[in-house]
């Protein structure tokens, strides 16, 4: 039975109680997810904390160290480590490819846990003699977001063993993780664009990605074919009646 909190929500949850800790510090999270034309696909999310984060949350040692990452990469998740920029600030990018549409929906439970922020991956395909559509439709819901914090046993005991509450912890990051999390999602399906959309505190929605193609080709050799048809058709029509004539005739 597959564990109820996963790798990445650790990762999530430590980088979310850095955020309220830090008195004022923000992470701001992209989602990307993007469609192929045989229903796999791939997710990538960055995480970007801002500089006075990053210097704060490094005043022990390197933030390889506060957010350690090798269970991210030994669950599958392809982790690029961190990268600073010029002003300070800090981001680290996780990405890993699903297959269909059950293996988008535990990509998504990994980000947000199984009744979190993205939710209801849903994707649609259609294959027709005439054409092809894609459609991919994913929920984003901020309005009951939670760090969960008491229900991941590894954070928790961490937190314990730096002398912290975890339980008023855990209070504390419900009520003000709204306004520290910005979160952007990005959704794609083959053939098409990027459609985004930004989420804080309390925003929802969902978003849809669609593209849809027309095999031209086929439709015209359909035509060019059923006018040869009706052609010939025409052509043995004037053929029998020229020979019904001859027989009367002769």
Same mark, same amino acid.
């Given at each position: 039975?597959?564990?109820?909190?996963t790798?990445?929500?650790?990762?999530?949850?430590?980088l979310?109680?850095?955020v309220?800790?830090?008195?004022?510090?923000?992470?701001?999270?992209?989602?990307?997810v993007? &469609?192929? +034309?045989? #229903?796999?696909?791939?997710?990538?999310?960055?995480?970007? =904390? *801002? %500089? $006075?984060?990053?210097?704060? !949350?490094?005043?022990?040692?390197?933030?390889?160290?506060?957010?350690?990452?090798?269970d991210?990469?030994?669950?599958?998740?392809?982790?690029?480590?961190?990268?600073?920029t010029?002003?300070?600030?800090?981001?680290?990018?996780?990405?890993?490819?699903?297959?269909?549409?059950?293996?988008?929906?535990?990509?998504?439970?990994?980000l947000?846990?199984?009744?979190?922020?993205?939710?209801?991956?849903?994707?649609?395909?259609?294959?027709?003699?005439?054409?092809?559509?894609?459609?991919?439709?994913?929920?984003?819901?901020l309005?009951?977001?939670?760090?969960?914090?008491?229900?991941?046993?590894?954070?928790?005991?961490? &937190?314990? +063993?730096? #002398?912290?509450?975890?339980?008023?912890?855990d209070?504390? =990051? *419900? %009520? $003000?993780?709204?306004?520290? !999390?910005?979160?952007?999602?990005?959704?794609?399906?083959?053939?098409?664009?990027?459609?985004?959309?930004?989420?804080?505190g309390?925003?929802?929605?969902?978003?849809?990605?669609?593209?849809?193609?027309?095999?031209?080709?086929?439709?015209v050799?359909?035509?060019?074919?059923?006018?040869?048809?009706?052609?010939?058709?025409?052509v043995?029509?004037l053929?029998?009646?020229?020979?019904?004539?001859?027989s009367?005739?002769?």
């Amino acid at each position: 039975m597959r564990a109820s909190v996963t790798p990445v929500r650790r990762v999530c949850g430590l980088l979310l109680v850095a955020v309220v800790l830090l008195a004022g510090c923000k992470v701001d999270a992209r989602v990307d997810v993007t &469609l192929n +034309a045989d #229903g796999s696909g791939i997710v990538l999310a960055k995480i970007t =904390l *801002d %500089s $006075e984060a990053v210097q704060r !949350l490094t005043t022990g040692g390197p933030l390889a160290t506060a957010v350690p990452l090798d269970d991210l990469r030994n669950a599958g998740w392809h982790v690029s480590g961190w990268k600073t920029t010029k002003s300070g600030a800090a981001s680290l990018t996780l990405s890993r490819s699903f297959v269909n549409q059950d293996g988008l929906a535990r990509r998504l439970e990994d980000l947000s846990g199984p009744h979190g922020a993205l939710r209801d991956a849903r994707i649609t395909r259609t294959r027709g003699w005439f054409g092809a559509s894609d459609k991919l439709a994913i929920t984003v819901d901020l309005r009951d977001v939670s760090a969960g914090v008491k229900s991941d046993s590894e954070l928790a005991k961490r &937190l314990e +063993a730096a #002398g912290l509450d975890v339980k008023a912890l855990d209070a504390k =990051l *419900d %009520s $003000e993780l709204s306004g520290a !999390l910005r979160l952007n999602v990005r959704v794609r399906a083959p053939g098409g664009g990027w459609l985004a959309t930004g989420f804080r505190g309390g925003g929802h929605g969902t978003l849809f990605a669609s593209h849809s193609e027309t095999y031209v080709r086929r439709i015209v050799l359909l035509v060019v074919g059923a006018l040869l048809l009706a052609l010939a058709l025409v052509v043995m029509g004037l053929s029998l009646r020229s020979r019904s004539r001859r027989s009367r005739t002769s």
